[in-house]
């Protein structure tokens, strides 16, 4: 796909999907060019398609865009190839973000992609969240902390929730059928120090529906949690 294709395609599906912003698609290509590169290497994204990997990943990340503040503190757990976090920089240049995979291999891609495009303030870590949340440079010390399709609502939470400050927020992307998910996270969100503040219901170009869980952190988390590697999955808070 060219440029210009790509540029009609891109601003067709955010117009479709009432997104507005005024972002530079020159880093959006070229950082799709990268993944798609890297792909052929390192297993990324099942998404080869320019058309889809436009959808599923640009689109999709930033239907999250309107709820981050500019110039805030962002952390994107189990970023992968950089989604959400990236397309947010692309589109909220302010905003100081920090990547975090457990996966080294995709920490070194996103690395050497964060050179190519010259972003600013994107820091990569390769580390598990249930490690760093209970490291002083970053525990509570985010405006905001999301994370796409990652595990289920309740040990989302507790990954979550420990890097958010008192007043910040936790963005959960979620798909379809959440209703017993949300039930069983409401104890654990609150054990955590959150609240549950609104669910957004969109569908993205139609087909693809996506929940988004919005979790206002309301007092301190106490410091137990996250617990060791690990147990947040295998045994979620109740």
Known sequence: MDFETFCKIFKEELEK?????????DLFYKYMK????WNEKINLTAIKEEKEFIIKH????????????EKSKVIDVGTGAGF??????????????????????????????IEKLNLKKVEAIH????????????????DFATSRAVSNLTTLSE??????????????????????????SKNAIKKLGGRIDSILSIHIDDDIER????????????????????LPLKKPLK
């Open 34 to 37: 990268e993944v798609l590169l």
């Open 159 to 184: 990954y979550l929730l420990p890097l958010v400050k008192i007043g910040g927020k936790v963005i959960c992307m979620k798909g379809p059928n959440i209703n017993e998910e949300m039930e069983n």
């Open 17 to 25: 999907n009432n997104i507005k912003l005024d972002i530079n698609y």
């Open 84 to 113: 959400p976090g990236i397309p947010l920089k692309l589109a909220l240049e302010n905003i100081d973000i920090t990547l975090v995979d457990s996966v080294n291999k995709k920490v070194m891609v996103l690395n050497s992609i």
């Open 127 to 142: 580390t598990r969240v249930e490690d760093i949340a209970h490291k002083t440079n970053y525990r509570e010390k985010y």
């Open 58 to 69: 640009f689109v999709d990340s930033l239907t999250i865009k309107s709820i981050i503040s």
């Open 211 to 230: 929940n988004i869980i919005i979790i206002d952190k309301v007092s301190e988390t106490p410091n137990k949690y996250p617990r060791n590697s690990g």
